[in-house]
């Protein structure tokens, strides 16, 4: 069982690493997409990174509950984690208006889907984005997302056994 996180900014290179090092590590690895369709424009970035992929992956769509899936003995890329926190923002997004505590309970409700989730004897590949690195947002709604992700991130920083930070398709290890 191990945990990987790669990190950077949007267009870093951080699938196409993460996808680079699932299949060092398996010849049939999983994919498991995260992000829901918003667009046309959306769905186009989703053909493109599924055109990318051979007919070696496997692949899982799933907007919220990892844990949902049996990953047992293989080795999983979930991309990404900044889209799966999206997803749990967008379906409590009123109460993200209203007040700061419920930054804290999507927080908690998401660490016990990573626990779970992660507790299956497999190889975790997490794909996250760096966003904190601009400035602080004038909407509430973005600043509260953005702790969200910095927590969230830390939070599985803090459980992986590498973590890479991705800076114009240059992998740094930070962990």
Not at 6 to 30: F, N, V, Y
Not at 37 to 57: N, S
Request: aromatic share 10%; hydrophobic share 35%; with cysteine.
């Amino acid at each position: 069982m191990k945990t990987i996180l790669i990190t950077g900014g949007q267009r870093s290179g951080k699938s196409e690493e993460a996808e680079r090092l699932a299949l060092t590590l398996s010849d049939s690895p999983i994919y498991l997409a995260t992000s829901r369709i918003w667009d046309d424009e959306f769905r186009h970035r989703v053909e493109r990174h599924q055109m990318r992929r051979g007919p070696q992956w496997t692949n899982i769509e799933e907007e919220k509950w990892l844990s949902h899936h049996d990953v047992s003995g293989r080795v999983v890329l979930i991309d990404c984690v900044t889209l799966w926190a999206t997803n749990f923002l967008f379906d409590s997004r009123e109460d993200f208006e209203d007040s700061s505590r419920s930054v804290d309970d999507v927080l908690a409700q998401m660490k016990e889907e990573f626990d779970r989730f992660t507790s299956q004897d497999a190889t975790f590949i997490f794909v996250t984005n760096e966003i904190g690195l601009g400035g602080v947002s004038d909407n509430i709604i973005q600043r509260r997302f953005t702790d969200l992700q910095g927590w969230l991130n830390q939070y599985i920083a803090s459980k992986a056994d590498e973590v890479y930070l991705m800076v114009s398709g240059i992998k740094v290890r930070i962990k």
